[in-house]
């Protein structure tokens, strides 16, 4: 589990110099994050920091929500996310966590809810081979092949690889560099390119396999 963690906004993809280097990297907006909550493992089971995103007007929250403001004493924000950390104790309600929280160089896991393709074949889908292309093959070039059984059992095994909506899904990369963690303009540069489309919300959390810089 992550010892840090934050939630910025995926702006888009840039290159920067680096010892005469083009590095490709991902700008991510940091919004700083107010301390909503705190999870402990003896009253919830488990070690976390409940954090808002953004700002948003009270009249257009539901008033179970804005209660939990209220009761935490902080601004009502546009997202509430909750970031699973190993120890909590460093953290208090009220608390803002800003993109100085990581550092250049340090390793981190990116998750975002990946792009959508919608309704896509096998090929794009699951990188299957396709059929042939010669010798009597008739519009089936990209087709997936036999999917059915014998006549025992008669049926499409469930889990099947078949086509259908692909993409919308939750994705971790690992062990992505921090190039830069601006402070003063709440930016954070990423090495290399994170989930998600642009304006998506990407977690960002220090890497949990560390490998070495890329």
């Known amino acids: ?3 840090k963690a934050i939630v910025g906004e995926k702006l ?7 010892d005469d280097k083009v590095v490709p990297v991902t700008v991510l907006k940091v919004t700083p994050c107010r301390v909503v909550q705190i ?3 003896e ?3 488990y070690s976390a920091v409940q954090v808002a995103v953004g700002t948003q007007k009270e009249h257009r929250l539901t008033k179970p929500a804005l209660g939990n403001y209220e009761k935490a004493g902080v601004a009502p924000g546009k997202k509430l996310v909750e970031l699973r950390l190993d120890d909590v104790s460093e953290y208090e309600v009220g608390q803002e966590i800003g ?3 990581l550092e250049e160089g340090e390793l981190v896991d990116a998750t975002g809810v990946s792009k959508g393709q919608g309704f ?7 990188n299957f081979k396709g059929q042939r292309a010669s010798h009597g ?5 990209r087709m997936p092949g036999s999917v059915g059984q014998c006549a025992t059992p008669g049926r499409i095994f469930k889990g099947k690889k078949m086509a259908g909506r692909s993409g919308g899904q939750k994705v971790t990369t690992q062990n992505l560099t921090i190039v830069e963690a601006n402070a003063e303009e709440n930016l954070i540069l990423v090495k290399g390119n994170v989930p998600g489309p642009k304006g998506g919300t990407v977690l960002l959390r220090n890497a949990s396999k560390k490998q070495g810089g890329k």
């Not at 888009?12 to 680096?18: I, L, S, Y």
């Not at 896509?120 to 699951?126: C, E, I, L, Y």
């Not at 093959?137 to 070039?141: D, G, I, K, L």
Request: a positive charge; charged letters at 25%; proline letters at 3%.
């Open 137 to 141: 093959a008739h519009r089936v070039h």
């Open 39 to 41: 999870k402990h493992p």
């Open 12 to 18: 888009g993809m840039t290159q920067v110099w680096r």
């Open 43 to 45: 009253t919830d089971g």
């Open 120 to 126: 896509t074949g096998v090929m794009k889908r699951h």
């Open 1 to 3: 589990m992550a010892t």
């Open 99 to 101: 993109a100085d929280i």
